[in-house]
């Protein structure tokens, strides 16, 4: 059997399933700078691709069953915010050769699956801009085939937190015939679970997300990159709008602040900028979050920005029930 169709029986018989953690923050924690303004971790994949390639490895050894391609920023629009919309093509390829070659590197890892990351639209480093559907639709194809086309087996629909590009997204993905995951980024305003990010929020709900992913190829949610107090909160919301199988996969942090917006006034280098503004939730309190998420009802698990090798291995071994 495959290990994408092992994959999906896992998700069938409703085991847990441990994804990696943070890719950009982690290379951030190496010592590359990368810009979130501009195509975040984007040009790491040519320009330190041992250091890329050693972070998938380091996942797989910490027991990770699904390492994500460094593709987070790297559609078409997203380089463009850097100049580098030249090399969409060469980027792209080499981050899923990285990820594939860290799973040839490691003995046993034949059955590790290597997913696919794409983003929200964000063109010119505008969070705010919103995106016609058809413009995010053009970006979306075309990244996402060179994903496929290079080796991806699942794609990871990352940080969705507006219903227009996330359909685009799923529209492009599902014509791959490959299976997505829609990872989806929630704050709490008021008492309520909104999508959003940092406090930008549009009043679109998780219902309106699922509504907005339907796709016969959609075959989990995840609430992902959100602060880990609201996550279970949002599992609780998306248990109601959905019988697909949930995930969860916080970023490291935020812990007192259950909006996520964070100051990232303080100097320092970047790493300890995003270690303080995103908490630097430790393994062990990591740990218990994800326990509640996994009483929430989620069977995937992983890390987002702020977690490192260490926060999954704790993950791998210890119970997570
Ligand atoms: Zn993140």
């Not at 959905?242 to 602040?257: E, F, N, Q, R």
């Not at 996520?260 to 218990?288: C, F, H, M, V």
Request: glycine residues 8%; aromatic residues 6%; charged residues 20%.
């Amino acid at each position: 059997m495959d290990s994408i169709s092992s994959l999906q029986n896992k998700l069938d018989s409703g085991r847990i399933i441990v994804m990696d953690g943070g890719t950009g923050t982690e290379i951030s924690r190496r010592g590359v700078t990368i810009d979130p303004r501009g195509s975040w971790s984007a040009n790491t994949n040519t320009e330190f691709p041992d250091m890329v390639r050693q972070i998938h490895i380091d996942y797989i050894l910490a027991g990770a069953e699904i390492i994500t391609t460094n593709t987070f920023s790297t559609s078409r629009a997203t380089l463009a915010n850097e100049g580098l919309s030249a090399q969409t093509e060469e980027i792209n390829q080499k981050s899923v050769s990285l990820a594939i070659e860290a799973r040839e590197h490691c003995d046993g890892a034949e059955t590790v699956v290597i997913a696919g990351s794409m983003s929200a639209f964000e063109p010119k480093g505008h969070p705010e801009v919103t995106p016609s559907y058809e413009e995010a639709l053009q970006d979306y194809r075309e990244q996402v085939k060179i994903l496929v086309e290079s080796g991806i087996q699942l794609i990871a629909l990352e940080m969705f937190s507006r219903t227009v590009d996330l359909k685009a997204a799923v529209q492009a993905a599902t014509e791959t015939g490959l299976p997505i995951w829609v990872g989806l980024s929630c704050e709490n305003h008021d008492g309520q679970i909104y999508l959003g990010i940092a406090g930008r929020y549009a009043g679109e709900t998780i219902s309106d997300a699922v509504i907005a992913s339907s796709s016969p190829n959609v075959k989990a949610f995840c609430i992902m990159h959100s602060p880990p107090k609201v996550t279970a909160d949002a599992l609780k919301e998306l248990r109601n709008c959905t019988s697909l199988p949930m995930g969860a996969y916080a970023h490291g942090g935020s812990i007192d602040d259950e909006r996520g917006i964070t100051q990232n006034q303080e100097q320092g280098s970047q790493w300890e900028k995003y270690r303080r503004a995103l908490g630097a939730t430790d393994p062990e309190k990591y740990l218990e979050y994800v326990r509640e998420w996994v009483r929430c009802g989620a069977i995937i698990v992983g890390g987002c920005c702020g977690t490192t090798p260490d926060h999954i291995r704790f993950l791998t071994t210890n119970n997570l029930k």
